[in-house]
């Protein structure tokens, strides 16, 4: 049975789309198969793997509000064992059109069950908010990555996305976990990027991943050829962190094997 991972966190710009695409691609580097679920409306996801969202049929949006299956939404990358639920700008209305919608916090979980066992890892990329779509992605989620940014405002927001999960835990999901705290944008030259990394580390202690997310080009410019890093130069600082990162989450999950 497929973990479903979110990577969530309402702050914008801390790295969600950049983990949620390079994580996914490196799993599948590792012959893990995987789905990227794009869940947030700019579809940067979508068109960060190579696909353009203007053409695309069905999306995460028809499945969750017109009850499209998911299979017929899935497409295919052009990495071996890499798959995407794409995203589309529609999805901008689907919380106002979902409010009266019996279960409306499970329209997502509801949407992936039915292929969750064809893959060995479902990502998620969640918007930049904790409305109605990223709590639909916890719902959903076995377990869910935080990327924190090595700057000076990291930990702000934090405490409120961690009761928004606690709630969720509670009410909706009680099987959600917190697979980690990612930090990201880490640069090793600034003293401000080591204090965070310090702070995090000694308020989360074992929460914390022991992988590091550079400040890398190669990460910056994949997006524009529509690759992963992995795809674009994989001997990059960018591409190898998350290789790294995957290869701590199989080992977390004992899945190294």
């Known amino acids: 049975m497929g973990k479903i991972i979110a990577i969530a966190n309402q702050k914008g710009g801390v790295g969600k789309t950049t983990t949620a695409i390079n994580l ?32 695309i049929t069905n999306s995460i949006y028809e499945c969750m ?3 499209v299956a998911a299979k017929d939404a899935i497409v295919a990358t052009d990495i071996d064992f890499l798959f995407l639920l794409p995203s589309h700008i529609n999805l901008v209305g689907a919380e106002v059109e979902m409010v009266n919608l019996v279960n409306r916090e499970e329209k997502m979980r509801e949407a ?10 479902i990502i998620i990329d969640c918007s930049p908010s904790l409305g109605l779509i990223t709590i639909n992605a916890l719902t959903a989620a076995n377990s869910v ?6 700057e000076y405002f990291a930990l702000e927001g934090l405490g409120k996305l961690l009761n928004t999960i ?6 909706l999901n009680t099987k959600l976990e917190i697979e980690g705290i990612l930090l990201t944008m880490y640069d090793v030259r600034l003293r401000l990027s080591n204090q965070v990394v310090d702070e995090v ?6 929460m914390a991943f022991d992988t590091l997310i550079p400040r890398n080009i190669k990460l910056s410019e994949s997006p524009g050829f529509g690759v992963p890093a992995i795809s674009h130069d994989a001997e990059s600082k960018g591409a190898v962190s998350y290789l ?8 977390k999950n004992g899945m190294d094997r």
């Open 166 to 171: 606690k709630i969720i835990q509670t009410r």
């Open 244 to 251: 790294n990162l995957a290869k701590e989450i199989l080992v």
């Open 201 to 206: 580390r000694t308020h989360f202690k074992q």
């Open 65 to 67: 509000v017109d009850e």
């Open 145 to 150: 990555i935080i990327p924190v940014q090595c």
């Open 24 to 55: 996914a691609a490196s799993l599948a580097a590792l012959e893990h198969r995987t789905l990227v679920v794009d869940a947030d409306p700019q579809a940067n996801s979508t068109s960060g793997v190579g696909l353009n969202p203007r053409e």
């Open 112 to 121: 992936l069950l039915p292929i969750k066992d064809e893959f060995d890892f």
